[in-house]
């Protein structure tokens, strides 16, 4: 009776590995910066990009010592293009970066965890999963542009408190 006893629990608990059914998320893909032209989405699965843009994994609910936002405006080919909800946010995993959107209005999360912190354009764009250098926005490398608050600014500029970034680029 015992045995008998003994397989059915040993049967009832390698049944979750058997069937393929995990318990929490799946382990993180690989964090693939895109090259295509836009619409470009939020990575879903964010927390690679979060740990390619250099960024600590924080609790959706963090909020640091001094937030602030930063409006950003994309363009490729004088089109604009739209910033999308969720980037540097984990929902399944409950995670987000220091730098992170809620919405499509271009406004940046900047939530560090200390005042000195100062997050840069290029890891935006790391978290967003698109390729971004000093020469190219994805596939747009004829010419980028960066202004912060009207003014010439380097591709990986810092994020300023409460500024307007625009970045253009075309083919």
């Known amino acids: 009776m015992r045995v008998g006893v003994l397989l059915v629990a040993v049967a009832v608990s390698l049944v979750p590995v058997l069937s393929g059914c995990q318990v929490g998320p799946a382990p993180a893909g690989p964090a693939e910066l895109r090259t295509g032209p836009p619409p470009w989405d939020a990575p879903r699965d964010a927390v690679s990009y979060i740990d390619k843009a250099g960024f600590e994994r924080l609790p959706l609910d963090?909020?640091?010592?001094?937030?602030?936002?930063?409006?950003l405006t994309v363009a490729v080919d004088g089109k604009p293009v739209q910033v999308p909800a969720g980037?540097?946010?984990?929902?399944?995993r409950a995670e987000q970066a220091a730098i992170h959107t809620h919405g499509t209005d271009g406004l940046i999360y900047v939530e560090a965890k200390t005042k000195e912190e100062r997050p840069t354009l290029n890891q935006f764009?790391?978290?967003?999963g698109v390729r971004y250098d000093a020469r190219?926005?994805?596939?747009?490398?004829?010419?980028?542009?960066?202004r912060v608050n009207g003014e010439p600014a380097s591709w990986d500029t810092k994020l300023p408190r409460e500024s307007t970034i625009e970045v253009k680029a075309t083919h």
Not at 62 to 71: E, K, S
Not at 87 to 92: A, S, Y
Not at 125 to 128: G, I
Not at 141 to 146: G, I, N, R
């Open 136 to 146: 190219c926005l994805a596939d747009a490398c004829a010419s980028l542009t960066v």
């Open 62 to 71: 963090f909020q640091g010592p001094a937030p602030f936002t930063v409006t």
């Open 125 to 128: 764009f790391t978290l967003w």
């Open 87 to 92: 980037i540097g946010v984990d929902r399944i």
